[in-house]
């Protein structure tokens, strides 16, 4: 799954992001950076991506909570 977001705010709000984007080579102007994050499923990293945009966090079942 592809989630658009802005780099600025992942690495601001997120030590562990910042310290992804910082070792990832910066695309040329007009292009997207793309981060390959296998270790997370496309529903938390949905979950995630929203949670750093807005502070708030929903969860619904205990599966999320483990997750």
Known sequence: VCVPAHSCVLAALS???????????????GQNRLLNL?????????????????GEMEIKSQSEHEE
């Open 15 to 29: 030590p562990v992001l910042s310290r992804v984007l910082s070792t990832s080579p910066a695309p040329h102007p």
């Open 38 to 54: 296998e270790t997370v499923g496309s529903r938390v990293l949905l979950k995630l991506v929203r949670f750093l945009y807005t």
